[in-house]
């Protein structure tokens, strides 16, 4: 791992390495060794980028992308199911800001632009005794890849293919970075998702990850611990995982 030349708004190191299996693994060694909080893993390929379910693997041309793992320190009272969702934001905001591209964030972790995803979210926490609890936030954004697999057409996008031109990898970081810490401390960030989040109003359903009933119901927005809220039959229920699907609009 080398140095990475980026901004980090805590202050902790940026590490790059060309290849490698997986950031996230990466994040989780260094924490081992006693990394301090803040630390950023880059990698220019993965060859086992993880997504949600672990079926799914995050594929990318090499150095064409930012693909990332952010291990952060957070209070023992911290909802996880909020934090992909903080993330989520944090880049929406940062590519709009940026690029003037309006982004909205599917729950739990996926950034769509016009319904196509540009960028995927995967945040683990680790809790040790007598030691602080870990999160790590995994983070694989389209940036300078112009085509994609057959069975992505259509369902994926980037950056560059979005705006006719590359962008700069580590500028890029830097912002979402600031964006993230930005986030982890805005009390309204409910209010500034709820007009980002995908789905708002739909009827969606909601296929349960332990193999639970499905729910359904109309998507209300997010709760403050970041559950999912489904309206059916007059009532609001929360949800904490699961596949989210929404019914075809007329």
Known sequence: MTPWPVANPWSAPVLYLESTLSTMDD?????????????????????????????????AEPG??????????????FPPQRLPLLAGLALALTVEERFGLSCQVKWPN????????????????????QRPARAFVGVGLNCNQ?????????KACSLAGLLGREVALPELLADVLAALKAALRDGDWRARLQHRLYGVGR????????????????????AE?????LESAGAIRPAYSGELLFQPEA
């Open 203 to 222: 009827e969606a359903r909601l296929g349960q990850d332990d193999g639970g009933p499905a729910l359904s119901g109309r998507l209300r927005g997010v």
């Open 64 to 77: 064409k992308n930012l693909l990332f793992t952010l291990m952060l320190s957070l209070p023992d009272d």
């Open 110 to 129: 996926d950034l769509l632009h016009e319904g196509r995803k540009l960028a995927g979210v995967l945040c683990l926490a680790r809790s040790r005794a």
């Open 225 to 229: 611990d970041g559950a999912l809220l």
């Open 146 to 154: 112009r085509s994609f697999a057959p069975e992505l057409s259509g």
């Open 27 to 59: 994040a989780q060694r260094l924490e081992e060794q006693g990394y301090p909080s803040g630390t950023v893993v880059v990698a220019g390929f993965q060859e086992r980028g993880r997504g949600r379910h672990p079926e799914r693997v995050w594929t």
